[in-house]
Nanobody, 124 residues
Framework: QLVESGGGSVQAGGSPRLSCTHFGYSSSRHCMGWFRQAPGKAREGIAGIRRDGDEYYADSVKGRFTISQDSAKNTVYLQMNGLKSEDTAMYYC?????????????????????WGQGTQVTVS
């Protein structure tokens, strides 16, 4: 089970941090990812981090968002800086139980088999 938190209404330029806590066996969590879905759009991968710490970002957030993990807390974070109106979306975290090679696979929804319920981020 994955539980996200930290969303809400944020002013443009704000810097909220999302959290995602994984309740379950750590061995089932080879890669964690953050995804988002805006109304009328497909779900897109924006950041992923593997157990060994390798990270990968979508171009749309590179340099503004940072993914990190605290293995002791089974928690993954998404630090978002310089938010824009186009960042408004439902944000989801997901867990992949199989190894994901470094690269765009981190952002591929089909590689993830556990999903949280999502947390809304609205930028105004």
């Amino acid at each position: 089970q994955l539980v996200e938190s930290g969303g809400g209404s944020v002013q443009a330029g704000g810097s909220p941090r999302l959290s995602c806590t994984h309740f379950g066996y750590s061995s089932s969590r080879h890669c964690m990812g953050w995804f988002r879905q805006a109304p009328g759009k497909a779900r897109e991968g924006i950041a992923g981090i593997r157990r060994d710490g390798d990270e990968y970002y979508a171009d749309s957030v590179k340099g503004r968002f940072t993914i990190s993990q605290d293995s002791a807390k089974n928690t993954v974070y998404l630090q978002m800086n310089g938010l824009k109106s186009e960042d408004t979306a439902m944000y989801y975290c997901a867990s992949a139980s199989e190894w994901v090679e470094l690269g765009p696979g981190y952002l591929d929804t089909s590689r993830y088999n556990y999903w949280g319920q999502g947390t809304q981020v609205t930028v105004s």
